[in-house]
C-alpha cells in the first residue's frame, strides 16, 4: 500500500540551527502539505504546495520557514534558525485533489 | 473564521463499552468531514470520510454521522477495545485544499 514517508524519524538540533525535514509523498499525489503539533496540542497547519508553488500557508510559517520540491519525489521543509518553541512533531500529508489526506509518521523535533 | 470544535477534550471508558465522541464545525465552503485516529506519536489515519449529502457511513466498529444543517458530526465507537486508545480528530476538508482540523478528543480503554 503506497505511504507517505518522513526521514528523520526524530532530529534533536541546538537553538539557532537550520533544519531539513524530509517527506517523500505517495507519487501520484498533487497536494502537499506540512503540519505541526506540540506536545499536548492540536495538529495546526504550516503550509500547502501544490503545482510547484505554496498555494497556502498560515501565520506560523514565516520567514525562517521555507518548502521545496528539489526533485519530482522528496518535499522537505526547512527551518532557517531554530527556536526551542519549534520543537514538535512535523507531519507531511500528500493527497489527489478532493481526497483522502495521507500522513506520514512525523518526525520529531528537539530544539535543545 | 473556519473552525472545528469537539468534545469531551478527553474520555475514559472500560472495555467493552460504547462512546461518542462530538465534531462541530464553522467551514464554508464544505467540502468533507474525516475522522482521524492518532495514536501516540505517530501521523493520524483516515477512519471515515463524510460528504454533503451522507448521514452515516460505517467502518467496521465504528460509525460516523453528519449533520450538514447543524454542521455536527458524531463519531460512535461500538464495544471498544484497548487498541481503541488514542486521540481522535475531526477534520473538515474546505472546498478547495485546505483542511481545518479539531483539537482532538482523546480516548483511554481501560480493561
Known amino acids: 500500500e503506497p505511504e507517505v514517508t518522513q526521514t528523520p524519524s526524530h532530529q534533536v538540533t541546538q537553538m539557532g540551527q537550520e533544519v531539513i525535514l524530509r517527506c517523500v509523498p505517495i507519487?501520484?499525489?498533487?497536494?502537499f502539505y506540512w503540519y505541526r503539533q506540540i506536545l499536548g496540542q492540536k495538529v495546526e497547519f504550516l503550509v500547502s504546495f501544490y503545482n510547484n508553488e505554496i498555494s497556502e500557508k498560515s501565520e506560523i510559517f514565516d520567514d525562517q520557514f521555507s518548502v521545496e520540491r528539489p526533485d519530482g519525489s522528496n518535499f522537505t521543509l526547512k527551518i532557517r534558525s531554530t527556536k526551542l518553541e519549534d520543537s514538535a512533531m512535523y507531519f507531511c500529508a500528500s493527497r489527489l485533489i478532493g481526497g483522502e489526506a495521507f500522513f506520514g509518521q512525523g518526525t520529531r523535533l528537539t530544539v535543545v | 473564521k473556519n473552525q472545528v470544535e469537539q468534545s469531551p477534550q478527553s474520555l475514559i471508558i472500560l472495555e467493552g463499552k460504547n462512546c461518542t465522541l462530538q465534531c462541530n464545525y464553522t467551514v464554508s465552503p464544505f467540502s468533507n468531514l474525516r475522522w482521524y485516529k492518532q495514536d501516540t506519536g505517530r501521523g493520524p489515519v483516515s477512519l471515515t470520510i463524510?460528504?454533503?449529502?451522507?448521514n452515516t457511513k460505517s467502518n467496521g466498529r465504528y460509525t460516523a454521522t453528519l449533520d450538514a444543517d447543524t454542521k455536527q458530526s458524531s463519531l460512535h465507537i461500538t464495544a471498544s477495545q484497548l487498541s481503541d486508545s488514542a486521540s481522535y480528530i475531526c477534520?473538515?476538508?474546505?472546498?478547495?485544499?485546505?483542511?481545518?482540523f479539531g483539537a482532538g478528543t482523546i480516548l483511554r480503554v481501560k480493561s
Open positions: 507519487s501520484n499525489h498533487l497536494y
Open positions: 477534520v473538515v476538508s474546505v472546498w478547495g485544499n485546505k483542511l481545518v
Open positions: 463524510m460528504t454533503f449529502s451522507e
